[in-house]
């Protein structure tokens, strides 16, 4: 790997040991083996780097919730396929805790950052094709309208129950309570009585 590589693997590593905030570019440094010029060269700054790093941290995690490649082709019934990613999401809570808690950060710094508001718009923006795709069944390419709108429904649940688990694991929703409350959604109420 070169610095570029190096800046980039040491400012994600940063990132998930001490957070956006306290991360400094000398600990992106030390923990690439590079020098301060190297940011600068490389990404311009420091606040760029982090950007990108934090991007690429939550390309790496959503990543872990497609499909699993040895699953076979035939696809779910779309309660099952929702069910079966969310096992997967909450199934890597323990593991992937560190993205979890910097994702809620990152979020508190958009007001104050225009920068990393700028530089988020596009990769949220397919993370919701993403999260369309992969729990529900909906296709960006074929419907891209109907993919937008499963996706802007997936983004607000998963940050919801991201604050659950972050706040209390123990009373935090199962994949089975949400695929439960997806299913009592769609069923309605029946009329008053």
Same mark, same amino acid.
């Given at each position: 790997?070169?610095?570029?590589?190096?800046?980039l693997?040491?400012?994600?590593r940063c990132? !998930?040991?001490?957070g956006?905030?306290?991360?400094?570019?000398r600990?992106? @440094?030390a923990a690439?083996?590079?020098?301060?010029a190297?940011?600068?060269?490389h990404?311009g700054?420091?606040?760029?780097?982090?950007?990108l /790093? =934090?991007?690429?941290?939550t390309?790496e995690w959503?990543?872990?919730f497609?499909?699993p490649?040895?699953?076979?082709? %035939?696809?779910a019934?779309?309660?099952? +396929? =929702?069910?079966e990613?969310?096992?997967? @999401?909450i199934? *890597?809570?323990?593991h992937?805790?560190?993205?979890?808690q #910097?994702q809620?950060? @990152?979020?508190?710094?958009? &007001?104050? &950052?225009?920068?990393?508001?700028?530089?988020?718009?596009?990769p949220?923006?397919?993370?919701r094709d993403?999260?369309?795709?992969?729990m529900?069944g909906?296709d960006?390419?074929?419907?891209p309208? $109907? /993919?937008r %709108?499963?996706? !802007?429904?997936?983004q607000a #649940?998963? /940050?919801?129950?991201? %604050?659950q688990w972050?706040? &209390?694991?123990e *009373?935090?929703p199962?994949? +089975?309570d949400?695929?439960?409350?997806?299913?009592?959604?769609l069923?309605? $109420?029946g009329?008053? *009585?």
């Amino acid at each position: 790997m070169g610095h570029r590589e190096d800046l980039l693997e040491g400012a994600k590593r940063c990132l !998930l040991e001490k957070g956006y905030a306290r991360t400094t570019a000398r600990d992106i @440094v030390a923990a690439s083996g590079t020098n301060l010029a190297s940011i600068g060269y490389h990404y311009g700054s420091k606040d760029a780097l982090l950007n990108l /790093a =934090f991007i690429k941290l939550t390309e790496e995690w959503g990543e872990r919730f497609e499909s699993p490649a040895d699953e076979p082709e %035939v696809p779910a019934a779309p309660l099952d +396929q =929702f069910r079966e990613t969310w096992e997967r @999401v909450i199934g *890597s809570y323990e593991h992937t805790r560190a993205v979890w808690q #910097l994702q809620m950060e @990152v979020i508190s710094r958009i &007001d104050s &950052d225009p920068e990393l508001r700028k530089a988020l718009i596009g990769p949220q923006r397919a993370g919701r094709d993403g999260l369309a795709e992969s729990m529900m069944g909906v296709d960006p390419e074929t419907d891209p309208e $109907r /993919a937008r %709108v499963a996706g !802007l429904f997936c983004q607000a #649940l998963l /940050a919801g129950v991201m %604050v659950q688990w972050l706040m &209390d694991p123990e *009373s935090a929703p199962s994949a +089975q309570d949400l695929t439960e409350g997806l299913k009592l959604v769609l069923e309605g $109420r029946g009329p008053a *009585s």
